[in-house]
């Protein structure tokens, strides 16, 4: 059972369980990696959840800092010295997810509402900073769930940044077929096999999603970026059913890429969909796209959110 502010903690394979109540919404989220274990609107499960006895599968709603995605063969080079990472993702040499998936995130702030955790990445190989990474949870008046995540700098050097996320969304219980994603990019970044990216296309054929693709149709790896954006610079990803009612992820101008992933691989779900906002792709260590140095002292920032529409 997830926690409240006034019932006991329940210690889950995930942590502590934050749970958050606003009108007709609720949203939970782990101690563990800072994740979004569950959102509901009306009672309909918009992303993807996992039992008390497991950690998030496929990287389920979990907050990825200090890289999103892959690092090639875990190194990078900072001023001419070659960083070697931990390699987590080994049948492709890469190093995976950030370095804090693993991580106990501390909480520094709640209420019915709002939660907001921080965890600590301290100096080491591969990654010479010391960094805190600190995510804000709120449901807001509509029910619409906002997350903040933050990077803040307590290095006396520039630290590099990819900020990101790995939530799973989905409509209920309709099935994939009757399922539709909406993708507004223009352009998609091609990968080796290790999943690398190689070049950046313009979209054409099954890699164009901006008139929708049936899920069950979709099966995807892919980062896109020149996205569409409203006068706000909100770009959204949007999975529709064919019963008229649609969830929305929203990320602001910082996001400049959405990683899609559609598997039939998820806890027994025949289709499931990761939509990953994040600030640059795969790789962005090596190749500098998407890529911040965060000054010492100083902080970088992105946000994204989740909303329903019936």
Not at 265 to 285: S, Y
């Amino acid at each position: 059972m997830p926690e409240t502010p006034s019932s006991p903690v329940l210690r889950c394979a995930s942590g502590t369980q934050y749970r958050l109540q606003r009108g007709r919404a609720t949203a939970v989220v782990t101690e563990l990696a800072a994740a979004l274990r569950e959102y509901t609107v009306d009672g309909v499960l918009l992303t993807e959840t996992f039992g008390d006895h497991q950690i998030p599968p496929g990287a389920s709603g979990i907050t990825l800092a200090p890289w999103a995605n892959r690092v090639e063969d875990g190194t990078w080079t900072l001023n001419g010295s070659v960083q070697q990472l931990d390699i987590t993702e080994v049948s492709r040499n890469n190093a995976s997810h950030g370095l804090l998936r693993n991580a106990s995130y501390s909480c520094l702030e709640q209420s019915g509402t709002r939660v907001v955790l921080e965890a600590t990445v301290f100096p080491q190989h591969g990654y010479p900073f010391l960094v805190r990474h600190r995510v804000a949870y709120e449901l807001e008046e509509t029910g619409a769930l906002r997350v903040t995540q933050t990077l803040l700098n307590d290095a006396d050097a520039a630290a590099p940044v990819v900020l990101g996320a790995h939530p799973y969304l989905r409509l209920g219980e309709l099935p994939a077929g009757d399922l539709t994603v909406t993708v507004r990019a223009d352009s998609w970044l091609e990968t080796d096999e290790r999943l690398i990216p190689r070049a950046q296309r313009p979209v054409s054929g099954g890699t164009d999603l901006r008139a929708g693709v049936v899920l069950a149709d979709l099966d995807t790896d892919t980062a896109y970026t020149g996205l569409e954006r409203d006068e706000a610079g909100v770009a959204r990803t949007v999975l529709s059913g064919s019963d008229g009612r649609s969830v929305t992820l929203w990320q602001d101008r910082a996001c400049g890429y959405v990683h899609i992933y559609a598997t039939g691989g998820f806890d027994g779900r025949a289709k499931a969909l990761a939509v990953e906002p994040m600030t640059g792709p795969a790789n962005a260590f090596n190749s500098g796209d998407g890529l911040h140095w965060v000054q010492p002292g100083e902080e970088f920032s992105m946000s994204w959110g989740i909303e329903a529409s019936w």
